[in-house]
T-cell receptor
Framework: KAGVTQTPRYLIKTRGQQVTLSCSPI?????VSWYQQTPGQGLQFLFE???????NKGNFPGRFSGRQFSNSRSEMNVSTLELGDSALYLC????????????FGPGTRLTVL | KNQVEQSPQSLIILEGKNCTLQ??????????LRWYKQDTGRGPVSLTI?????NTKSNGRYTATLDADTKQSSLHITASQLSDSASYIC???????????FGRGTSLIVHP
C-alpha cells in the first residue's frame, strides 16, 4: 500500500496570506489527523477528521481549519498567516479511528516570512 | 492538565551500546501510550503502542515498558545502530478523547 502523502512538501508564504495543505491517507483509512511541529513546542494536535466530520480539535485559534472529503483526503487551511505559524505540518491516517496505530506522512514545511 | 515529560533531552552513545529513554505522563483517564521514532526531515514512525494492562512490548531491538501505577514508561534500545540516530517521542492518549499529549522527545545520536 502507498503511504500517507502530503502536498506540497515545502511552502513559503508571507504574513497575512493564507495557505492550504493537502493530505492523502493510506487507502482504506478513514481517520485523518493534523499536527503542528515546531522546535519550541514539539508536536501539537490540531484536529482529527473521520468520515468527513471533525471529531476532535486541539487548542489552536480559528485561523486553523480543515475538512475531509468523501474519499478521506483531507485539507488544512491557515488564514492570515503569522510568523509563528512557521512549522512542519504533519498529517496521519489510521483505521478505523484515531485510537488505532497512526501512520504519518512526510509533512509540509511551511515558512512564513 | 495532561502532560508528558521525557528524559534525557538528548543522548549520545557509541554504536553497539544499549540505552534507555524515560517518559513520565500525567494523563487522565489513561488509554494508551505510544513511542515513535522520527528521523530528521521525516514523519514519526510508530514503534510500540501499550494500553494500561500491558507491561512490556517489543519491536525488534526496541522494548517499551509501562508502569500504569507510577505513570512511567521507558524505551530500551539494544545493541544500538547508527540508524537509531533520531528523535524518540512518547505520546499519551486519554480515554474517551482522541486528543494525544506529546512529549518533547529525546534526541539520540549513535556514534561509530
Amino acid at each position: 500500500k502507498a503511504g500517507v502523502t502530503q502536498t506540497p512538501r515545502y511552502l513559503i508564504k508571507t504574513r497575512g496570506q493564507q495557505v492550504t495543505l493537502s493530505c492523502s491517507p493510506i487507502s482504506g483509512h478513514r481517520s485523518v489527523s493534523w499536527y503542528q511541529q515546531t522546535p519550541g513546542q514539539g508536536l501539537q494536535f490540531l484536529f482529527e477528521y473521520f468520515s468527513e466530520t471533525q471529531r476532535n480539535k486541539g487548542n489552536f485559534p480559528g485561523r486553523f481549519s480543515g475538512r475531509q472529503f468523501s474519499n478521506s483526503r483531507s485539507e488544512m487551511n491557515v488564514s492570515t498567516l503569522e510568523l509563528g505559524d512557521s512549522a512542519l505540518y504533519l498529517c496521519a491516517s489510521s483505521y478505523p479511528t484515531g485510537g488505532n496505530e497512526q501512520f504519518f506522512g512526510p509533512g509540509t514545511r511551511l515558512t512564513v516570512l | 492538565k495532561n502532560q508528558v515529560e521525557q528524559s534525557p533531552q538528548s543522548l549520545i552513545i557509541l554504536e553497539g551500546k544499549n540505552c534507555t529513554l524515560q517518559c513520565n505522563y500525567t494523563v487522565s483517564p489513561f488509554s494508551n501510550l505510544r513511542w515513535y521514532k522520527q528521523d530528521t526531515g521525516r514523519g514519526p514512525v510508530s514503534l510500540t503502542i501499550m494500553t494500561f494492562s500491558e507491561n512490556t512490548k517489543s519491536n525488534g531491538r526496541y522494548t517499551a515498558t509501562l508502569d500504569a501505577d507510577t505513570k512511567q514508561s521507558s524505551l530500551h534500545i539494544t545493541a544500538s545502530q547508527l540508524s537509531d540516530s533520531a528523535s524518540y517521542i512518547c505520546v499519551a492518549q486519554s480515554g474517551g478523547s482522541y486528543i494525544p499529549t506529546f512529549g518533547r522527545g529525546t534526541s539520540l545520536i549513535v556514534h561509530p
